[in-house]
């Protein structure tokens, strides 16, 4: 408790300096963020670690003088927290960013870590995320030139990261963008065709461990390529991906197989309406940074579930995990608004979403049939009834299959949320939540709550319980408060949390159940 307390006060200290910086012709600026928990003995969940005491901490400090920036990034884990165990054992400080860039109106030059993505990142996508533990940035350097507003080009060369370290490959990749609506002065409408191209060395240095060749890799090297086309017109917008994939192994894989994915979207928009529809193939697309590790962090390319992301506790028990082995499916997303005439503070928004995924191939099913991997329909109404009261109402019926299609077996799960935010008067507000889980399967029923009391623009006080009625009877409590100033915040709860998957942008991480006080601060300058 006592390395808490004095973590509280030094990320305090540092986190009050919220003013900007001015350094020389320059400009500092920068941003703090800690994770930090004490475990407690709970034997309703299972054994306490050993240590007792985890943090994970990130300190960014960048600098831009015009056209030029520059800026590194600090983490330490001290030590890492549960469910982050890829990232380090034991206590870990390191340097995880640097980069040095200048930008010209047309032309672009980096040299150091590279956060980037090609289209949609079927095949690239280097980017930090703190809440998955993934950081797979590109040490090397990144070019990139416009040609008016015609054409744009880009290319990039370096080693990825992999957790603390650096994977034994390397990458280069090249993208081109041509907008043919500039080309052809088409004032009235957007028609861009791009394409890319990413090539993965990898280190034979380690070759022992694979039999490259009873895998049917001829040669290192692994090629991929994009060619995509994006169109808009008016309030419909209409996008396509196809990507190509040589040979590579699987984490689990023996043999080495090729791969190819295809996405499209239509979308139209008519003034407080809009619809969306997607789809996507994924045929053996999960791509790894480095052929002889495993682990969420090492991954080339970005593969998020297209399904809807929930924030409810209860929707989120059991998220949809994508079966990159090869999955076939898609979602619908519609929205409209309607809107009060006499009153702005009246209105009702309605959504409503419905996805649904299969396997790909025979051989991913016992039955050799397609399988069911995932499907669920929600409808939600938000009403604003005037300038205190709005209340949310959400059904998800959720279906999804645990053996991810090998096996002919679903769970069931129908989902009902009930929230309502009431202010008192422009600083005062209470919201509510009560959820109820109804199913005859897996673990049963489930009952949420959550009471949450805001003071802005400074306090917040919440405490939020999710109850297992049937199969394990359960709770899983929360409770403590925020506090702001200026440019920082600090939360301290505490609670018991179920084990389950955490999940950031349609990616996940399984975190182990635990109880204990959680301190989150973060602040920038």
């Not at 305090?12 to 350094?23: D, K, M, Y």
Request: charged fraction near 20%.
């Amino acid at each position: 408790m006592k390395r808490i307390a004095l973590l509280i006060v030094a990320l305090a200290a540092i986190g009050s300096a919220s003013a900007q910086v001015q350094f020389g012709e320059g400009q500092v600026s920068g941003s703090l963020e800690t994770n930090t928990i004490y475990y407690m003995d709970d034997s309703t969940i299972g054994d306490t670690p050993e240590d007792r005491f985890g943090s994970n901490n990130y300190m960014k400090v960048d600098y831009s003088n015009g056209r030029f920036t520059a800026g590194v990034q600090v983490n330490a884990f001290l030590p890492v927290l549960q469910g982050y165990n890829d990232l380090a054992t034991g206590r870990k400080f390191y340097l995880s960013s640097k980069y040095i860039q200048w930008q010209d109106d047309n032309y672009e030059l980096l040299v150091g870590d590279i956060f980037d993505q090609l289209g949609n990142g079927l095949i690239f996508r280097s980017f930090e995320d703190r809440q998955l533990g993934l950081n797979n940035s590109l040490e090397g350097i990144r070019g990139a030139y416009n040609f008016g507003n015609y054409v744009q080009v880009k290319g990039m060369y370096g080693r990825p990261r992999l957790y603390t370290e650096y994977a034994d490959s390397w990458v280069r990749a090249a993208d081109v963008s041509v907008s043919l609506s500039d080309i052809f002065s088409m004032e009235e409408s957007l028609f861009n065709i791009e394409g890319s191209y990413v090539n993965r060395n990898q280190s034979l240095a380690l070759d022992n461990m694979i039999d490259f060749g009873m895998a049917g890799l001829t040669n290192p090297n692994l090629n991929m390529y994009s060619a995509r086309a994006n169109f808009g017109w008016r309030g419909l917008s209409l996008r396509g991906e196809y990507v190509g994939k040589g040979k590579d192994l699987a984490a689990a894989a023996q043999t080495a197989v090729a791969g190819s994915a295809i996405l499209g979207e239509v979308g139209y928009n008519y003034n407080t309406f809009s619809i969306m529809g997607t789809f996507r193939q994924l045929d053996n697309m999960a791509t790894r940074l480095s052929l002889y590790d495993s682990g969420i962090g090492n991954t080339l390319n970005y593969l998020p579930a297209l399904t809807r992301q929930y924030t409810y506790m209860l929707a989120n028990l059991n998220p949809y995990q994508v079966n990159t082995e090869g999955e076939i499916g898609g979602q619908v997303d519609a929205c409209y608004s309607l809107r009060s005439e006499e009153d702005r503070y009246r209105y009702w928004n309605m959504h409503v979403n419905y996805s649904t995924f299969y396997t790909l191939h025979s051989y991913q099913s016992a039955s050799g049939k397609s399988e069911r991997l995932w499907q669920d329909f929600n409808f939600d109404v938000e009403r604003q009834w005037n300038k205190q009261l709005k209340t949310i109402f959400l059904y998800s019926f959720q279906e999804w299959n645990p053996y991810h299609g090998y096996k002919h077996r679903t769970y069931v799960s129908n989902i009902f949320v009930g929230d309502v935010t009431y202010k008192f008067n422009r600083k005062n507000s209470l919201r509510v939540e009560a959820q109820y889980l109804w199913s005859d399967e897996y673990e049963g029923d489930w009952v949420a709550g959550l009471v949450e009391y805001s003071m802005a623009p400074k306090w917040s006080i919440f405490f939020s319980d999710m109850y297992n009625i049937d199969l394990t009877k359960t709770n899983y409590y929360s409770g403590g408060f925020s506090y702001t100033h200026n440019r920082t915040r600090v939360q301290l709860s505490y609670g018991r949390n179920r084990a389950g998957y955490v999940c950031s942008g349609g990616v996940c991480r399984y975190s182990p159940a635990y109880t204990g006080f959680n301190l989150v601060l973060t602040s920038s300058f």
